[in-house]
């Protein structure tokens, strides 16, 4: 395979991993522990990309996700737990009682309990005339959710894997089958008029997968919507970083290999398979089969000619375009700031016309409620962030930069304020991300957090799994099915070190 080079390879990896996100980790210590011997290049110094963390102060930071579903301990979509098992370690987590406190327009101001039972009676409390819809609509997404939850979530484009999935649990098989091109907006309209409920049902979608309800795709609101209830949401001990922490140990004990501060810059393809990487200082690492967690985006415009891009890769951006960044504040406060019985997770909205606007929709998240340990006593973390895009954050000056920050950053306090009153006051600590910060830091096109339909889409039809046009490389990550989120690229990291393992053999 590697004859034409003018110098043949030292050694050959099984696999080359490019970038340790969640996605890229779990692929790597999937293969790992299968026995592949697998590099993997991290641009960054640390790992787990977005859902990594940073230190500054005493205060220890989560860069983005902190309200993490697949830690649970049971059934088969706790694939956080399972990553970590496959290399023989673990978490310890803190369960959060509450999913999310919303604060919306119109005065609905409720908490979605991990109780399920607690959280219909707060909903149906608002919307006492819409009952039997709300538990129809739900009760249809724990369907699509009993049905994911009984089978071993792995490659998609395995047939024996299928088959073997099919005759084990037909009616879970037929059920998915069912859903797969639905959006959650066409179930939820079937049970529910109130037109203020259906806006409740888009900004339960539109909080993790920015989009609507009715280009959310039913499998994934049927997870989101079920498994807070069953798994739950549970933070991690000492910070969301600890798990792509606890993936790398996992994977080094393993015999696999990563390497930081290890920017690939080129995929090297010999008569039209991918065969090796290049990074920015010239090296060169060669292996059987090439992963990128790069965004899709960013691996076939970047990392490969773009005049080249394979027309499955033209097809796929007609149907998804890349959808904002986030402008984040990461705030340390007394305290005396947050009333108690304050929650960790909070959405809020003032204007239902606003939420997918540029600083609608504001996420908030307090983990030192979970763990305190991650600030200073008498002290915590606000993570604050909202949609922005790059093209606002472009061509001014370092100055023009820095004061558009900084309004930007009182903006989000004065509404934070509105649930917070005496913040300012309380203010011990203040950093500001943009779009642009987003990208360099987390080496994302855009600083986009993934992909979202251009129009209404077939559910999850049109997401591509891992193996693409180019023989030897594979994408993983939240460009490929099933999405954002870190449960969802941890499943499309199983999938992708479950083909691996079957292309090579392990
Ligand atoms: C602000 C914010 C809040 C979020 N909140 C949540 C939440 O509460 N819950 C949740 O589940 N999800 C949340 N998410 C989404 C979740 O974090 C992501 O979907 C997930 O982490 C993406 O994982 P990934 O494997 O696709 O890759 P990424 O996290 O994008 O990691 C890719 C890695 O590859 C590296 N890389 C890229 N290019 C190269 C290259 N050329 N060479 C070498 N290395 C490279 C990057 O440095 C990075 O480390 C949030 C995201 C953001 C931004």
Sequence with gaps: MFTNFSTPPSSVFDVIVIGSGIGGLVTATQLAAKGAQVLVLESYLIPGGSAGSFESQGYRFDVGASMIFGFGNKGTTNLLTRALSAVNTSLETIPDPVQIHYHLPQGLNLKVERDYDKFLQNLIAYFPHESTGIRRFYNECWRVFNCLNQIDLLSLEEPRYLLRVFLQHPLACLGLAKYLPLNAGDVARRYI???????????ECYCWSVVPADMTPMIN????????????????????????QKLVQGLEKAGGTIKYQAKVTKILTENGRAVGVQLANGTTYYGKRIVS??????????LLPVEKMPRNEKNWQQRYEKSPSFLSLHLGVK????????????????????????????????????DPNLAPEGYHIIHAFTPHWIDDWQGMSAQEYEVKKEAAAWRIIDRLEQIFPGLDGGLDYLEVGTPRTHRRFLGRVDGSYGPIPRRKLWGLLGMPFNRTSISGLYCVGDSTFPGQGLNAVAFSGFACAHRIAVDLGF
Aim: charged share 20%.
């Design 293 to 302: 967690n790069a965004t899709r985006w960013d691996t076939f415009e970047k």
């Design 221 to 244: 609101a049927g997870m989101v919507f079920s498994d807070r209830h069953y798994g739950g949401v549970n933070y991690p001990k000492g910070g969301v970083g600890q798990i792509a």
């Design 335 to 370: 305290q005396s700031v947050l009333p108690t019985g304050t929650e960790c997770h909070h959405i809020i909205l003032e204007d239902w016309h606003k939420m997918m606007a540029p600083e609608g929709t504001l996420f908030v998240s307090i983990p030192t409620l979970l």
């Design 193 to 203: 008029q109130d037109p203020q409920l259906l806006k409740f049902i888009d900004m």
